[in-house]
Every structure is written in C-alpha cells, then in structure tokens.
C-alpha cells in the first residue's frame, strides 16, 4: 500500500512566487486562515461525539491548503462552487465562525438556517454560491456562471472545487468541454486525495493521470503539491496570469492527503485499506507542518505564531458557545425559502 | 392585439417578446438555432437577437441544465430547451438534487429564474424514449413549478409568465399541439396557478392535462348531441397545485372525470382524484375515475399505440358507466384529427 499522494519535488518551500514573494503580513494572514480551519475542523472532533452536531461531516484535515491557497490569490468579487468537504473554503472566504458552528448545529443563525448543514454551506454574498453533496454537481453551475459573466460583459472570476472522484463523472467532461469550447473565466481546481471514499485511485482510474487526461483540452493547465501552500499560491497565480495573457480556462490540480475517514470524526487507518503515514511522511503530508515549518525559516517567531493560535482559539471557543446557546428555526420556517 | 396562430408561433412570439423586454433572457439548447428551430418555435431569434442570446450547445443535458442554473443565480434568466422531454432524465440530478433545492439549501438567499422547455412525443414511431410527459415526476419534487399548456393563447400567456417568474418552472409542449390554431391576445397575462375552464356542464366534471384537453373536448362534444353536458377543466400549472376551483366544478357536477396525458399508475390523477375524493367526499355520486397511459412503455407500431393512449372515446365511455347510459354508437365520429395533420417524421 502506499500513501497518496505521491511525495513530489513539484515545489520547495520556499517563498517564491510568480510575481514576487510573499510579505510577512501575508504570511500571517495565511497561517491565521490555515489554522482557522485546521482548529475548527478539531474542535468539530471534540465536540462530535456530545451528538448535539447532527450533521455529517467530511473533514479537510490535510485538504486545508488548497482552498486557502487558491482563496489567496483570487480577485475581489470572485465567486466558487465547492463540495461537501467545504469547511475550510467557507472559512477562508467569510472567516465566519459564528454562522459556520451555527449551521453545524442546525440553528437558525447558520446561513442556511440549520437547513444547509456541513454538506451545504454557502456564503453568496461573500462568494461561495453552492456546494453539493453529490460528486461533480457543481461544476456546471460554475460554469454557467462563468458564462454569465462573459454574457453581461463582467471581467468576473469563477473557481469551481471538486475531488479526483468527480473526474469520473460524465458531467465533469461536459462542463470541461463547454467552458473551453466559450473560453469561459473559470478555474478548475481539483483536489486529489486518490480516494472516493474508501475507493483508490488505481482501482477506478483507466488513464495515466487527471492533469494528462485534461491535457488535450483547450485550457492552460498546471499541477501543485497541495500539501503545500505555497506551491498552490505559485501555481494559482501562474495560471491566473496565463488566463488573463490568453483568456482560456484554467485547471489546477493538487494532491493531498485525507488524514481522517470519509465522512466523520475519526481516523480509519486500521480499516487496513490504507496504511498510516510514518512521522516522517506526516510532516510533509500535513499542511499546517508544512507551512509553520516555512513561516520559522522566514523569521515567524513561535510567540507570533502563539499569538494566532490564541486569537483564533478564543474565536472559536465564542462561536461555539453562541452556537449552541442559539435558538433552532421555529417550525414555521420549514415551508419558508421554497419559492421566490 | 389579438390575431390566430399556431401554438407553435404562438411559443416564438412569447420568446420573442420576453427576449425584447429583458436582456437577460436567452435561449439555448441542442438545435436551438438550427434550421428547424425545434418545429419552428424558437423562429427568428437568432436573426433578431444573434448568437449571445439563442445558441446551440453540446449534447451534454446534465452540464446544460447545471449552466442554466449557474446563470440563473446570476442574474440571467436562460430558457433552456429539450426537443424531447425524455432527454430530461440525463438532468435529473440537476433539476432534481440542485435547482429543486438551492434555494432552501442557502436558506433562500438566491433566486432561480430559470426555464426548461421540453417537447412530448407522440405518433409516428415515437416508441418508448421519444413520448414520456413526465409531468408528474416533476411535480413531485418541491421547488419546481410545472406547467402544461394546451391552447396557444395558453402558451402565449404561460411562456411570459414562466419566463418571468423568479423560480424554476418546468414547461411541457405537446408535440400535436403545435399545430393547434387559436386567437392569440398578446396583451393577455395568464398567472400560473389557476386552471382553465374550458366548457361549462353539469353532468360531469372531467379534469385533463395537456393533449387530452383537445380529447376532452371532443369527448364533451359527442355526448353534447344525446344532451350529456360534460364540464372541461383544464389544469394548466399543476405544480404549485391550485385546486379550489377543480374541487368547486365536481362539488357542482357531482362526478369526476381525471383524463391526464401520463401514465395514470402514482401519477399526476392520483393526486387530483385523491383530493377530489376528499374535499368532495359526500357530494361525489360515483367513485372518480382516471384516464391514462397503459402501464408499459409506449409501443412503436400505430394499433398498439392507439391502445396505449387514453382518448375522447375513453372518456365518453366513461360518462356513460358513471351516467348508467348505454353505450352510444361512434361509428359516425371522426376522432383523432389532429394527429391527421401529423405526418412525422419527428
């Protein structure tokens, strides 16, 4: 058995970018929103078990800096789609704690008003339109977006997410196809874990890999580790700026690892379809490592980096409590929000 | 003003005029712009309002449905068109799992503005996959409204108003009745919603959908001439269902007729005769009765695909078990003659 994804040399650590590198202040915003997930995603574990948080979850730990990378680099006014494994997407766009434990609780503060839950978190006004629970459902709707910014003339960006699974489905090629075909304004992100659910990729896969398999289509390409965010900083930026010299859509791809199981708050590795990583392997698998790893080589001192922990703690620690002292929908709101 | 058109025309017209109203409506789908221009209902758009608005897209009905959807949310407001409505069922994820639910999912913070047109087949070797309604199944999904027009001025009218309707609206065209000619007013608002009465009787009240309107009506027509005055509702929305004014025609008839163009088995007349037989409970003089498809899939050749679809002689048969009337003789009756006018291939 091995452990995807494959270990690379794709990038180093350090702080180059494709137009320069990163400042300090940027480097800990980065970390604050790395963290921020990484931290809710472990109070979600501690907290699951009280069974108070009836949703089902499917946590990013490992998955975190994709979304935060890619979230860094995009224009304002940008608008995603995502996936049920959105949580640290939601949060790197809005850094709403309150409605994002308000949702897992099902209250009427989360922003589906305990109607959504983990699977459909959405924050429209901050651009985060849908997210599904069924493999590649989004991916169109991003697409169609796209077309409408090209239709009202809008010089808009969307980024559709979705897994390494979604690749297999019909609708992913048909979304490809017609946003190439339009050269639409839109980036593809796929975050490869090389697993759908408990399926690996070897055993679903009749072709070399996604990024060769996309190849062939009209739109610029490119491959992060995506364990590292600063490779998925470089390799965003790189593709934005290939979108905005020759408008075509963009399609990254990054490879991660899911450090838990597919849906809940547990590790599986003794469910013996995977084996668990060596330390050595943890440490480059695991993003937040990585990057508090990158932030010392760079000066980030452990009392700053306390210091974000603290603050986000305590974010957390108040958003919870209000969560879970908020009020659910009154019964009538269940025939609200039906029809417009 | 008001002049005579096909259903046909009568659907170019509302496309056109909701195109000259808003900018942000489009129309789009496989062979939209082609010279066909499904059975010419999407005539002149392309010339009036060029490629951005009226375009033809890959065969990929699942991605299409989900680019409407995206639009929608958008600020656009597609129309999104299937020569078949049997070609839905490659969308049903996203009419089903996405466009039925978002707006609940986001706790109602976008709105759907969006369209799907779709053509019923019938005749000519239709056969299985070219000749389902589906209306029913639709409906069945909250968050989607369905409308079935029969009359042009009905299609005329519905077609506005779905495409102005801030939600997602299923719009199902019979196939034989594009060649229906009616006075069309274009100034006419029809909302959805209320059903139509389409001739007043006392006898019976006979509730159909889509074509079979055109069968109740001959049926109606039939029994006239031995003083048997059927009354023909027509329910046109059938999602949202507004049946105040079904139930007050059977509370006034006293018998019921469900003629709908589906298959009857947990179908559409289930629901109008289950609330029929329950709001009109200690008025009815005789059970409900339903209308049809047969319960197999639609045969190809004509004498079995004549027996597989319910008609005006069905529903005049049915009159008279529920009037205890002896059978009338038909011999004299010319029915089906729309479908004289059908000469396929499609």
């Known amino acids: 058995m091995s452990i995807s ?7 180093s650590d350090k702080l180059a970018s494709s137009d320069g590198s990163l400042s300090r202040e940027e ?16 109070r979600i574990r501690l907290e699951y078990a009280k069974d108070e948080m009836k949703t089902p979850v499917h946590l990013g730990i490992g998955q975190e800096a994709i979304p935060v990378g890619v979230c860094h680099c995009l224009p304002q006014g940008t608008r995603s789609f995502g996936t049920y494994r959105n949580h640290a997407l939601y949060l790197a766009l809005t850094n709403d704690t309150d409605g994002f434990f ?17 699977m459909h978190m959405t924050a429209p006004e901050k651009g985060l339109m849908a997210t599904s629970a069924v493999v590649g459902t989004t991916i169109p709707v991003a697409v169609g977006a796209a077309l409408a910014d090209q239709y009202q003339g809008k010089n808009g960006l969307v980024v559709s997410f979705f897994g390494d699974g979604a690749v297999e489905e019909g609708v992913f090629w048909e979304s490809l196809n017609f946003a190439c075909l339009h050269r639409l304004r839109i980036l593809f992100v796929c ?66 690892f899911r450090f838990l199981e597919h849906v809940g708050p547990q590790e599986d590795f003794q469910m013996g379809y995977r084996r668990r990583p060596t330390p050595e392997e943890f440490e480059h698998l695991d993003p937040l490592l990585r990057f508090e790893k990158a932030l010392r080589e760079h000066g980030g001192s452990e009392e700053e980096m306390l210091q974000v922990r603290q603050a986000v703690e305590k974010q957390i620690d108040q958003s919870v409590r209000a969560a879970r002292e908020a009020p659910f929908a009154p019964p009538a709101e269940l025939y609200t929000d039906l029809f417009a | 003003m008001k002049s005579t058109m096909t259903y046909r025309q009568a659907l170019a017209l509302a496309l056109q005029k909701e195109m000259e109203a808003d900018s942000s409506v489009f129309v789009f789908g496989l062979d939209v712009p082609d010279h066909k221009r499904i059975f010419g209902s999407t005539a002149g758009l392309l010339e009036q309002f060029g490629p951005k608005r009226c375009f033809g897209t890959p065969l990929s009905e699942e991605a299409m449905t989900g680019v409407a959807l995206g639009a929608a949310i958008s600020g656009l407001r ?95 065209e019979h196939r034989w009745l594009y060649d229906v ?82 298959w009857a088995f947990c179908g559409f007349s289930a629901e109008l005769a289950a609330r029929v037989s329950h709001a009109c409970l200690g008025r009815l003089k005789q059970p409900v009765e339903r209308l049809g498809f047969a319960h197999v899939p639609c045969p190809t050749t004509r004498p079995l695909e004549n027996a597989f679809y319910p008609s005006a002689v069905g529903i005049i048969r049915a009159a008279e078990r529920m009037l205890g009337l002896r059978e009338l003789d038909l011999a004299g009756e010319s029915f089906y003659s729309y479908e004289q006018r059908f000469k396929g291939p499609f």
């Open chain 2, 181 to 262: 000619q009616g006075t069309v007013d274009d100034e006419m608002k029809v909302p959805l919603g209320p059903p139509a009465l389409l001739r007043e009787g006392n006898a019976a009240t006979v509730l159909c959908t889509s074509w079979m309107a055109i069968e109740a009506m001959k049926a109606a027509e039939v029994l006239a001439k031995r003083g048997v005055e059927l009354e023909v509702v027509n329910v046109r929305t059938i999602a949202p269902l507004q049946d105040e004014e079904l139930i007050a025609s059977v509370m006034k008839t006293g018998r019921c007729i469900v003629a709908d163009y589906d």
């Open chain 2, 78 to 172: 597609p129309v999104h068109v299937h020569i078949r409505v049997d070609f839905m069922l490659l969308a049903m994820n996203q009419i089903v799992n996405m466009i039925s639910s978002l707006r609940y999912m986001t706790g109602g913070r976008l709105k759907i503005p969006l369209v799907i047109r779709a053509v019923i087949g019938r005749g000519w070797g239709q056969s299985a996959q070219h000749s389902k309604s589906l209306h029913g199944v639709f409906a069945h999904f909250p968050g989607l409204k369905v409308v079935l027009p029969t009359t042009p001025q009905d299609a005329y009218s519905l077609l506005r108003t779905s495409i102005r309707d801030e939600n997602p609206v299923i719009f199902i």
């Open chain 1, 191 to 256: 975050e490869d874990n090389g697993l759908a659910i408990h399926t690996a990729t070897a055993q679903r896969q009749g072709f070399r890999s996604i990024p060769e398999a996309v190849s062939p289509f009209k739109c610029h390409t490119a491959s992060a580790e995506g364990s590292n965010l600063l490779s998925v900083i470089e390799r965003t930026r790189q593709l934005l700026s290939q979108m905005e010299a020759d408008p075509k859509p963009g399609f990254l791809h990054g490879t991660y």
């Open chain 1, 27 to 42: 480097m800990f915003l980065l970390y604050r929103r790395l963290l921020l997930a990484r931290l809710c995603e472990e």
């Open chain 1, 5 to 11: 994804p494959k270990t690379s040399d794709l990038t």
């Open chain 1, 102 to 118: 308000g949702e897992l609780y099902g209250k009427a503060i989360g922003p589906g008003k305990g109607k959504a839950g983990s």
